[in-house]
């Protein structure tokens, strides 16, 4: 495959179209992970008392932020990628540029990391405006880059799952088979700990249960050996995703 830096022009071009959209959209990003704040970590956290000997909260925060990363980087290059590929035939106006499909996949799946990145920052805001604050500046800037590689293992995943997808309905599969056992499985809201042990070696081959691991540690400054081996399976997998997100999505582009 190759990239150009007209990788750019794709990305910049999908920014000047979001423009229009931008307060509908952070709106949009913020409300469901903002209910898993308060309906989870203000409501029950109160039954459940500390974590680790911090509130409940500290614990679901960086689990929150992840998903959101995930949800929104999910969505834009599934829902967003298809209606651009069908439905306003957008695809077929880059390519006939200067611009290859490489580099016009490619810019999009960056473009869903984006879209990631500022989901997950929106909520970290709304937690530390909540007084819920990663334990330094250093912890923060991990976070975004963590961000930055989930947005992409998460885009390129849901660029594969486009490069099959005959309507929309078929991405309801994806959603509830897929996204959705990982959101409750990955220990987003609850330690895996106490599941039973055919459930925890499931777990390990959701990649939102590597992501929600390092992230917590970032946020709480708790690290361990344990956690390169999950980001190595975030970093590998998400190259391996990126790959074969661009190639499938430029055979059904070029046919």
């Known amino acids: 495959m190759n990239f150009s830096r007209r990788i750019a022009w794709v990305f910049w071009r999908n920014m000047v179209s979001y423009k229009r959209f931008v307060l509908t959209t952070f709106l949009a990003s913020l409300i469901q992970p903002l ?50 590929m069908i439905h306003e035939k957008l695809y077929d106006s880059l390519i006939a540029t200067p611009v290859s499909a490489e580099d016009a996949v490619a810019g999009d799946i960056a473009w869903g990391a984006f879209r990631g990145l500022v989901s997950g920052s929106l909520m970290m805001i709304v937690a530390i405006f ?25 885009g390129s995943l849901a660029m594969i799952v486009t490069s099959f997808a005959p309507n929309f309905d078929f991405f309801n599969y994806y959603s509830e088979l897929v996204i959705t056992p990982m959101l409750f499985f990955s220990g987003v809201f609850f330690p895996l700990d106490k599941f039973p042990g055919w459930m925890k070696a499931l777990a390990q081959f959701m990649p939102l249960t590597h992501a929600v691991a390092v992230a917590r540690a970032i946020f709480n400054g708790d690290y361990s050996r ?5 980001f190595l399976v975030i970093f590998i997998l998400g190259g391996a995703a990126f790959y074969f997100g661009v190639r499938r999505m430029k055979k059904r582009l070029i046919k």
């Open 226 to 230: 344990g956690l390169l081996l999950n």
């Open 35 to 84: 209910f898993y704040l308060v309906t989870f970590g203000i409501g029950m956290g109160a039954y459940l008392g500390q974590f680790g000997g911090k509130p409940y909260l500290y614990f679901l925060v960086p689990g929150v932020l992840t998903t959101s990363v995930m949800m929104s980087s999910s969505f834009e290059c599934m829902y967003g990628t298809f209606v651009k």
């Open 130 to 154: 909540m007084g819920i604050l990663p334990v330094s500046l250093l912890s923060v800037l991990l976070l975004v880059l963590l961000m930055v590689f989930v947005g992409v293992l998460f």
